[in-house]
């Protein structure tokens, strides 16, 4: 179908790269343990919506810039790792401003569409989504495929239909967590900490990778 080949191979490994976790497993729990289940589906929906930016971009071979020039490598992932780091600054200084609200009566510190922007930003400006697609998806295209193009944006929709189910069952289980586990609000503080610092080192940790 279109040149792909092993389609298993590809539905299995995507499966395994998405439970790894990482800044988009981070943010969909964050949001889900401080606003709830349809924070972690707004969360979900931006960052398998970012997914797309980098298919297309592989698809029409955009990502080839990024693996090729390091200006434009280095300026892509200075702009992640900010918004990641900003990202880690929102959620420590958030949680400052929502801890004497209940549980039950809590109001949103964000909207869900903005909850939805940040997720698609979080997994966009991230460079090394680029270079994944750029390197693992071509494994599973034929050379000899009569439109690479659309065989590319295939695999990219199953390896992003996969993330999205894996990403709601993030979402629904920590909020499940949220809304039936009794935690001491000193807990709650400790682990926004974490979170917050969590996504502060990740994108100090951007900041300084490497181009491969």
């Known amino acids: 179908m279109f040149g792909i080949h092993d389609l298993w191979l590809f539905i299995i490994s995507g499966i395994l790269l998405n439970i790894t976790p990482g800044p988009d497993t981070l943010f969909i729990m964050a949001?889900?343990?401080?606003?709830?289940?349809?924070?972690?589906i707004a969360a979900s929906l931006?960052?398998?919506?970012?997914?797309?930016?980098?298919?297309?971009?592989?698809?029409?071979?955009?990502?080839?810039l990024l693996a090729t020039s390091a200006t434009a490598f280095t300026v892509v992932k200075l702009v992640g790792a900010a918004y990641l780091i900003y990202l880690g600054w929102l959620t420590l200084s958030q949680k400052a401003q929502t801890t004497s609200i209940t549980t039950l009566s809590q109001q949103p510190a964000q909207s869900l569409m903005a909850i939805y922007r940040q997720g698609f930003l979080t997994n966009m400006l991230n460079p090394k989504v680029a270079l994944f697609f750029l390197a693992?998806?071509?494994q599973f295209i034929s050379t000899s495929a009569e439109n690479?193009?659309?065989?590319?944006?295939?695999?990219?929709?199953?390896?992003?239909?996969?993330?999205?189910?894996?990403?709601?069952l993030i979402a629904?289980?920590?909020?499940?967590?949220?809304?039936?586990?009794?935690?001491?609000?000193n807990a709650k503080a400790?682990?926004?900490?974490?979170?917050?610092?969590?996504?502060?080192?990740?994108?100090?940790?951007?900041?300084v990778s490497t181009q491969h």
């Open 31 to 40: 949001k889900s343990a401080s606003q709830g289940w349809k924070a972690g």
């Open 46 to 64: 931006g960052i398998c919506s970012g997914v797309y930016v980098h298919v297309f971009a592989a698809a029409f071979g955009l990502s080839a």
């Open 136 to 138: 693992f998806v071509p």
């Open 148 to 168: 690479t193009a659309l065989a590319f944006i295939t695999l990219g929709t199953i390896f992003d239909i996969n993330s999205l189910i894996w990403c709601f």
């Open 172 to 185: 629904l289980t920590t909020a499940f967590a949220r809304d039936h586990l009794k935690v001491s609000q």
């Open 190 to 207: 400790f682990l926004t900490k974490v979170v917050g610092a969590l996504f502060i080192g990740l994108g100090i940790r951007l900041a």
